[in-house]
């Protein structure tokens, strides 16, 4: 049975430069290790899919090849075509709330500002962050293949053990949130790390403000299937 060569090398020629494309949420300096391998699969599962994509439609074979390679590119690049895509989501959703996003290789992780999350020496959610935390438990519930670990920090201001016991009651009512939005509690972890992880001097009121924050951080759950 002959395939068409022209078709074949077109089909996996556009998955290629797409699975090859640099991430524009990547940091500068070079694309990490991990989107190369996301490439390298996702080219290697495009050209196999083309084939496979071509054979099966015989009354069409360009559009099998084309429809081959799109999907085997998508599955062959796992995790992390899965976190890009998680990613872009967030960002959007996350646009103007004041929450920032960083990734590090496949891990993502959201840092969520004391100031807008929480009333000075309250574990209560603000009323007007209700609707960013929604978002994020409709996403965490389409990207179900990650684990959601929620880390409470506080500035060094007060009682060591009174803001350890802040900031896991900050972590705790960021969970239960969404929990109660229907993101699978066996995900979610928490934890208090109070003013132990600062990532800014406790000497100034911007500093101080900076320390005060509640990071959400997303890795891959073992075995799952992208």
Known sequence: MKLSRRLI?????LTLLAGCAQSPYQQQGGAPADSNKTAIYG????????????????????KGALIGAAVAGA???????????QEAQLRQQMQGTGVEIQRQGDDLQLIMPGNITFATNSADIA????????????S??????????????????GGYQYNVGLSQRRAQSVANYLVSQGVNPARVTTRGAG??????????EAGRQQNRRVEVTLRPLPGAQY
């Open 195 to 204: 003013p132990d992880q600062p990532v800014a001097s406790n000497n100034t």
């Open 75 to 85: 599955a062959g690049a796992g995790y992390g075509y899965y976190v890009d895509k």
């Open 43 to 62: 080219g290697l599962g495009a050209l196999a899919g083309a084939v496979a994509g071509a054979a099966i439609n015989h009354d069409n074979r360009g």
């Open 140 to 157: 965490f519930k389409q990207f179900d293949q990650n684990s959601i670990e929620i880390v409470g920090h506080t500035d060094s201001t």
């Open 9 to 13: 090398l077109s089909a996996t020629a």
């Open 127 to 138: 009323s007007n962050f209700y609707g960013p935390l929604s978002n994020l438990a409709n």
